[in-house]
């Protein structure tokens, strides 16, 4: 059946780094992909979504690429700040409803 | 815009105890869901709803039933709680169907623990 494998965490980082957080899939057709973020004792929201290959999704300085070819989409800032500390979570849309199908998520600690 | 709604916050049963975890969205969705977060594994869905009247089962549905009286509410029904539904529950809505093609929304979620 269709599925998310990404990073595990936790993952540490000092504020102002490089983030980049794996996530991969697998599917029958052609799912939308998105990643949702968790902020502390929050529901998750919606952080960017990508519906076909080759389109980048983008929102807050986070970016992610839906590469068909490695069935990928991970997730990447140029430059993290304290407030991005979340959990993050990588899903598709699979099945005849298009249900979400989400990774473990992986909690992202930024360091001042 | 309350968006969408779970009460309670917070909820402690003992084994064999049944309860109903509410779900309430003002946003007029057709289609929304329950899924539990536990750690390590992220959220599974357990039953989703595509419009009033319609339910159907998640990857893991059993010990929890659901109904779709009217297009705002979608309460979850634990029958007999036990301490593997020791989760934190997460109720999501989303216009014109599935995920896959709007955003979904999500409630705060309600830490449930069955002792």
């Known amino acids: 059946g269709d599925s998310v494998t990404q990073m595990e965490g936790p993952v540490t980082l000092s504020e102002e780094a490089f983030l980049t957080i794996n996530c991969t899939y697998t599917?029958?057709?052609?799912?939308?992909l998105f990643w949702y973020v968790q902020y502390p004792g929050e529901g998750l929201q919606l952080l960017l979504k990508?519906?076909?290959?080759?389109d980048k999704g983008s929102n807050k300085g986070f970016e992610a690429t839906y590469r068909k070819e490695t069935t990928s989409f991970h997730l990447e800032k140029g430059s993290v700040q304290v407030s991005d500390s979340a959990v993050y979570f990588c899903?598709?849309?699979?099945?005849?409803?298009?249900?979400?199908?989400f990774g473990k998520g992986t909690k992202l600690s930024v360091k001042p | 815009n309350a968006g969408v709604t779970q009460t309670p916050k917070f909820q402690v049963l003992k084994t064999g105890q049944s309860m109903t975890l509410q779900c309430a969205q003002d946003m007029n969705h057709e289609y929304m869901s329950w899924y539990r977060q536990d750690p390590g594994m992220g959220l599974r869905l357990i039953h989703y709803?595509?419009?009033?009247?319609?339910?159907d089962q998640g990857e893991v549905p059993n010990g929890y039933n659901v109904s779709r009286s009217t297009t705002e509410d979608f309460p979850l029904r634990l029958l007999s709680a036990a301490p593997s539904q020791t989760s934190v529950y997460f109720c999501?809505?989303?216009?014109?169907?599935?995920?896959?093609?709007?955003?979904?929304?999500f409630g705060q979620g309600t830490r449930l623990t069955v002792v």
């Open positions: 599917a029958t057709g052609y799912p939308s």
């Open positions: 990508a519906t076909k290959a080759d």
């Open positions: 999501a809505s989303s216009y014109s169907g599935a995920p896959a093609r709007t955003e979904a929304f």
């Open positions: 899903a598709l849309s699979g099945g005849s409803q298009g249900n979400l199908i």
């Open positions: 709803s595509v419009g009033a009247g319609i339910t």
